[in-house]
């Protein structure tokens, strides 16, 4: 599993995006001291679209809801972003944390299973002035209709909304990772990437496996993509 890599996706202003490959738009900086990070390599795993930072650290690149962008740089750990569903920021901010990724073996102990409880609280911190803006009840509504119609207002309240969504997408792309469904299924390349987009979990599903469920719902997949629906360049 890539060692887990810092990310701030810093909410310039919220618009609207249909689902179909948007223009995204963003800046990737250093951690420490937040300089901008010239040449990263940003693929979008599911078109294998590849572009690179400017010298001011900038970037664009084509990207619809839910695919993943990937940023590499040498001396720097791997950061994977996921296009959320709804609202899509219309800039990003990623930060990048010196360092390797490292592939790790996959150990099936439950201890290694993703805190999701100590990541949210980490993300709730980073969006903390969009998700503790005020919202206004019925009546505040009709005391204040200005307000309530305000286009900034309506934006943030549907991030809001948004957000929780957004959490459990994160969470089933930290448990159902490439290096953990390699493992088990012996995919790789194509078939991975087609599998993990065909037999993806959803978040209920998920949260109420234990292990052992979990990694049996993996193999029982393998077996099924192989026997009923294997693409030509299957491993």
Wanted: hydrophobic share 35%.
């Amino acid at each position: 599993m890539p060692a887990r890599a810092f990310l701030l996706l810093l909410l310039l202003c919220l618009t609207r995006f249909p689902a179909i490959a948007q223009t995204i738009r963003g800046e990737v900086l250093d951690m420490d001291d937040k300089h901008a990070l010239a040449n990263v390599n940003i693929e979008n795993v599911y078109t294998s679209l590849i572009v690179s930072t400017d010298n001011s650290g900038a970037f664009l690149i084509a990207a619809g809801s839910g695919q993943l962008l990937e940023f590499k740089k040498d001396g720097y750990k791997t950061t994977r972003v996921r296009i959320p569903q709804g609202y899509i920021p219309s800039y990003f901010r990623i930060i990048m944390k010196k360092g390797f990724t490292e592939i790790k073996d996959v150990n099936v102990a439950h201890n290694n299973r993703y805190d999701y409880k100590s990541d949210s609280l980490r993300y709730h911190e980073l969006y903390k002035h969009e998700l503790d803006f005020p919202k206004m009840s019925g009546m505040d509504m009709i005391a204040s209709p200005f307000t309530a119609l305000s286009r900034h207002n309506q934006e943030i309240w549907k991030f809001q909304e948004d957000y929780e969504s957004f959490e459990k997408e994160k969470y089933v792309d930290k448990m159902f990772n490439e290096a953990l469904v390699t493992k088990f299924t012996g995919l790789t390349g194509d078939s991975l990437h087609y599998f993990m987009r065909r037999y993806r979990p959803g978040y209920e599903q998920l949260r109420n496996m234990n292990d052992y469920t979990y990694f049996n719902f993996i193999k029982t997949g393998a077996y099924h993509y192989r026997s009923v629906s294997t693409p030509r360049n299957a491993h």
